[in-house]
């Protein structure tokens, strides 16, 4: 086959023109059915241009990705309203940055609650507070470390016993900010990650159902231990980034509000009892959602935490009398539904923050990328790559399967280039004697 940087250019140009095909091909077929999704919104620059990102956090399906020139409430209107009608997806919850267009796109454009973003949330007490400490903590250590080369410069001098203990108690000084420093990261650490432990609908440790007020209370306590910290080290919080984290309590508690509202209205539909309905919520769906959490988490200190509050469900679970008396087609029936309620869970826009760093890689390896290939990155997201289930963002999201985007491809590409056709080769012949005309 041809493979000259013409005819590979000329077949990437090809493949890019085809792919958008492929997807709307797919999505025509699924014209008609409507869905109920909670999603992340988040804009992403590159050099000159810059891209509006929307996905259904649920399947992991990108449903805007386009270029835009400015981020404004009416751009965001005008390219999210017919993608989501075309789809028949209906917005029940959003979740972003506190961006005012996109608190706006939430509630007058989706007509639902905005939820404020963890990973948003945590980035900004960490820029307040986590590099402070680290330079802190560098700075006490190399602080050791000079005191006792002086020390030990000192401890050879005999004739100076003044000096010697000059240095000694630098020394002494030096490990006591040095020691203080470390127990402030360790603190620190310790209630930022306290903060996404109580961004979850039961409680860690008896998996009690958390509300708002619970939440904005533990969140509160986070926030005055972060205070401490900082007065301690003598860190100034000049741009006001606890006041911010404050003002995001109830948009960080309103993920887990909307998701107990709708759980409320689903079982409310299946005409429970007050015993079914206080055993499936408080029962068996803690063991269904931290078994889930204890599979997605890749932290070890994360998986471990998860992994107790499991057992400790599962033992609840297990010495109930409900559990007993039922038989296993019906609690693999209430299984199947609370595996649902669980997977519908959502409080970060990390999964977008994921694929804008893509975008980033993809940007700066290929020099650039144009509106074409953009679309086309979009489509092998959505159709081509797979998660450990064997699954694409588009099966999860419809439901069902869709043609193979490489077979596909190859019966749209045609034959492959031809390689040149090179010239003759003529081989001069010394022996052979040209007639010259007299």
Known sequence: MGASPSAIRNRLRQIEKLLPQFQQLCEENHSGCSHQAVVAVDETFFGKFMILVMMDLNSGYLLLEEIAEDRCFDTWFEKTTPRLEQLGIQVNH??????????????????????ADLFHAQNDVSRFLGAPLGRRLSLAEKAV?????IAAKAAKNENNGSQRTESQQAVSDAEKDLESAKRAKQDYHTHLQGTSDDLHPFSLDESCIHDEASIQSSLESRAQAFEEIADRQGINDRKGAMKKFRKQFTALAASVTFWWTWVADILQQLAMNEEQHAWFTTTLLPVIYWHQRMRQAK???SKDKYGQAWEKATARLQGHPMTAQMTASELQRWQTLAENMARQFHRSSSAVEGRNGFLSQMYHMGRGFTEMRLMALTVIYNYFIKRADGTTAAMRLFGSEHPDLFEWLLGQMGDLPLPRKGR???VANPLRMLDVPS
């Open 424 to 426: 003759e080769r003529v």
């Open 299 to 301: 932290n070890r200190k």
């Open 94 to 115: 959003a979740i972003s940055d506190r961006a005012r267009a996109l608190i706006k796109l939430a509630v007058s454009g989706f007509e639902c609650d905005s939820g």
């Open 145 to 149: 470390t000079q005191t006792k080369k």
